[in-house]
């Protein structure tokens, strides 16, 4: 590993003047909990010359919960999203999502804002030898993208972003000097493209300093079920999240997001609308979990997640009722 410099930031106006001097001779990076950027950086992908420590920033470790909504700073660690009591009591697919992710040790660690702005877990990417987006021709994609798959085949990383998208969440970014702007999370996830260094939107000295949630409606029913091929800890095959609003015992509104299966998190546009104006029950899920999958493109290693896919998409719609 490349030696570098380390600097505790004050301030996040201070912490955006140090990312604004990178160069692609003198990289500079920020850490939070730093589990993404050590793995990056003992693989040799990243090699910076300066480290900006935000954990240092106490501002940004800080949750809000009111009739608003719900905002949390960018250094929330995934342990105390899990363990949040109101959270938890409004936003239970979130708090599930946190409490499933990795393992322990590393949820104490790892914030919320390090879980969206980690880079693919490719072993093509991850490799400094080959560190490019993964393929379709490469042949080891048995745990890649079934959808959206025909420029890249990685499947994005984050736990958390596939609840968030389904409680319509935003992201808040900082650029030091009071400017900033709120961004929707699904506009500020981008597929990975070889012309393009990042997977989000955020610029170059710009801070994602928190995520904001809309307050959840009267009778919001939501679940999350993540699958992987072990109980232990294991990177998942698929992840998903329902939120339905309800009108009496019908489905007002829907959504369905699906993780681990695309470069980015995927509306299952087709299965809310065949959700939207039906009770919940054992036909209306089959149906809406044949929709969800009906678009996929597996494969030949990947078919296998097709299935995984809408048995796991049927199982959290009739959780969520």
Not at 188 to 208: K, V
Not at 290 to 316: F, G, I, M, W
Request: proline residues 4%; contains cysteine; glycine residues 4%.
């Amino acid at each position: 590993m490349k030696s570098f410099e380390w600097v505790d930031a004050k301030s996040v106006e201070q912490a955006a003047a140090l990312l604004a001097a990178t160069s692609a001779r003198e990289p500079v990076v920020a850490k939070a909990g730093g589990m993404d950027l050590l793995d990056l950086m003992k693989e040799g992908i990243v090699q910076p010359s300066r480290v900006v420590n935000l954990k240092s920033i106490r501002s940004l470790d800080d949750i809000q919960l009111d009739r608003s909504g719900m905002q949390l700073g960018a250094l929330v660690t995934l342990a105390r999203i899990e363990r949040d009591a109101g959270l938890r009591s409004h936003y239970r697919a979130l708090a599930e999502a946190a409490g499933h992710a990795a393992t322990p040790q590393v949820r104490n660690a790892a914030t919320i804002g390090g879980n969206l702005l980690q880079r693919p877990r490719c072993w093509y990417f991850r490799n400094e030898h080959f560190h490019q987006v993964a393929k379709a021709d490469h042949s080891e994609h048995q745990h890649h993208a079934i959808f959206d798959n025909q420029q890249t085949v990685m499947v994005h990383a984050s736990t958390l972003a596939t609840p968030l998208l389904a409680y319509d969440a935003s992201v808040h970014l900082t650029l030091g000097h009071g400017s900033s702007r709120t961004v929707l999370l699904k506009d500020f996830l981008l597929p990975p493209a070889m012309e393009r260094d990042r997977d989000t939107l955020i610029a170059d000295g710009e801070i994602l300093t928190d995520v904001r949630v809309p307050a959840i409606q009267a009778n919001t029913r939501c679940a999350y079920h993540k699958q992987t091929e072990r109980d232990s800890y294991d990177w998942p095959i698929c992840d998903v999240a329902v939120v339905l609003q309800m009108n009496g015992a019908v489905v007002a509104n829907a959504k369905i997001v699906l993780g681990w299966v695309a470069p980015t998190p995927r509306r299952a546009v087709d299965a809310e609308e065949i959700l939207v104006g039906r009770e919940i029950d054992e036909q209306s899920a089959i149906e809406a979990a044949a929709a969800a999958v009906q678009a996929a493109t597996p494969l030949a290693k990947n078919a296998y997640k097709v299935d995984v896919l809408r048995a796991v998409v049927k199982r959290t719609i009739l959780a969520a009722r």
